[in-house]
């Protein structure tokens, strides 16, 4: 029985993907735990720490096919510990061996390595559909950035933009998020078996070279030292999920707000029999841009509770440390649906520059008066140009006449510029900036980055 969105079978998959589910379960956590406790078995045994018939032994037992979660569920209950169970139950499955079943080693060295296991097969998905993001975001870019469209400050029109130079600037930010998770990989998948207190007391000196083994053998990064009570590691990745998330919920708020019907410049994929409402059947609503703008908020509160996890008492304690359980998995699972509800928004986005025009136009030219009080400015300086386009404008809202017929009557604006050059002015198409070479640039940079041919 489930109470959480996570859990619930009609909510589940709004709320994260199948495949980041398979990550994060009971069973894919057990056996990361027992893949540590087996690969600490194999560097003892190796290096004469414990019997040299003990590593394999206790390997082969380590499979999550010999353990019935329900019942070492039942067991940790009974002993209000998290992994005596587990150990206990790999102790018997290993015979005259089972005394070598973690040796030298503490539980929190044991489940933050598995942890560490299971983010790596995390990130393994989320750098994939990052760069799937990235790839869509470049298509769309180069497709549009020449496609004229009301820019928008503050809520209102403020210039002309392109499509194609919205979509560029967060393509910019899905390439930074794919340099920050290069960059943190050899910080963050970093294993830790360091004993107690983590001075490797049980060990002595062998316990850094068995560390040291184990963890090659898991393919995780070794510490320079003990890392308990250092949540840094966690804290950092959980702020670059964060950073991607914001971007996400940024897109989606965006693709949101201009789905209105007042706007109507993109649309997200439809098909027929897909429902807006239960009562106003002609209701296309923006159900994918706010399932993706939604996730921002609960994974941002979980990074700032990784982020709790900080401050630690002493050498360890659970009180922190437990809170990256609660919060780590939700993060990579609510990442996981924004993934991949974007990459399906972005493959079957509707795009209508028929009514990006009709939006530049809808307010008579006065989305262009920047330009046109540059062009006076070339005669009557800027000041000046300012103060007359000014008068000019508020004058064409308020008293509903068009700007380009306030402007064509000014004795002011036609000692400087003919009806021809008005017109002129007045094209949005023609007052994009660099829009189009900004594009370009930007894909040019980052595919000569290299990031997304990996």
């Known amino acids: 029985m489930g109470s959480h969105v996570l859990d619930l079978r009609m909510l589940q998959n709004n709320f994260s993907t199948e495949e980041m589910r398979a990550v994060w379960n009971d069973e894919n956590r057990l056996q990361k735990i027992l893949d540590v406790e087996a690969a600490l078995a194999l560097a003892e045994s190796e290096l004469g720490v414990i019997p040299e018939k003990a590593g394999n032994v206790i390997k082969a037992a380590a499979k999550i096919e010999n353990f019935e979660i329900d019942k070492i569920a039942a067991e940790a209950a009974k002993l209000k510990h998290s992994l005596m169970a587990t150990v206990n139950h790999l102790q018997s499955l290993s015979g005259e061996y089972g005394e070598f079943v973690h040796f030298g080693v503490t539980t929190q060295d044991v489940t933050d390595t598995g942890m560490i296991l299971q983010l790596k097969e995390a990130n393994t998905i989320l750098k994939r559909d990052v760069k799937k993001v990235a790839e869509l975001l470049i298509g769309l870019a180069s497709t549009y950035k020449d496609t004229p469209m009301p820019g928008r400050t503050h809520g209102m ?32 998948f970093t294993g830790v078996l360091a004993g107690g207190v983590g001075t490797y007391a049980a ?211 036609g000692s400087v510029l003919s009806n021809e050059q008005i017109n002129e002015l007045l094209d949005p198409s023609q007052y994009t900036g660099l829009a189009s070479q900004k594009v370009d640039e930007v894909i040019q940079s980052i595919k000569g980055g290299g990031l997304l041919g990996e």
């Open 157 to 188: 029109q403020g210039l002309p933009t392109t499509f194609g130079f919205k979509m560029a600037v967060v393509l910019s930010e899905f390439h930074r998020h794919l340099e920050r998770l290069l960059a943190v990989e050899t910080r963050v």
């Open 203 to 413: 060990l002595g000196n062998s316990g850094p070279i068995v560390e040291a083994r184990a963890l090659e053998l898991l393919e995780l990064d070794t510490p320079d030292i003990c890392w308990h009570s250092s949540r840094d590691r966690v804290s950092e990745y959980g702020s670059v999920l964060g950073l991607i998330s914001g971007s996400l919920g940024k897109l989606g708020n965006e693709f949101y707000n201009l789905m209105r019907t007042e706007i109507d410049e993109v649309e997200e994929p439809f098909k027929t029999g897909n429902v807006g409402s239960t009562t106003m059947p002609h209701k296309r609503n923006p159900a994918i841009f706010e399932g993706i703008a939604s996730l921002t908020k609960p994974i941002l509160h979980s990074v700032a509770l990784l982020h709790e996890s900080l401050v630690m008492e002493h050498e360890r304690d659970a009180m922190s440390w437990r809170s990256e359980w609660i919060a780590l998995p939700e993060i990579c699972l609510y990442l996981s649906s924004q993934l991949k509800s974007t990459i399906n928004v972005l493959q079957g986005l509707v795009v209508k520059p028929e009514n990006m025009m009709r939006n530049l136009e809808m307010q008579g030219g006065l989305i262009l008066s920047e330009r046109v009080m540059f062009a006076l400015s070339e005669k009557v300086g800027k000041q000046t140009a300012h103060h007359l386009v000014y008068e000019l404008a508020m004058a064409s809202v308020e008293q509903k006449v068009p700007f380009k017929e306030l402007l064509a009557t000014n004795e002011k604006v």
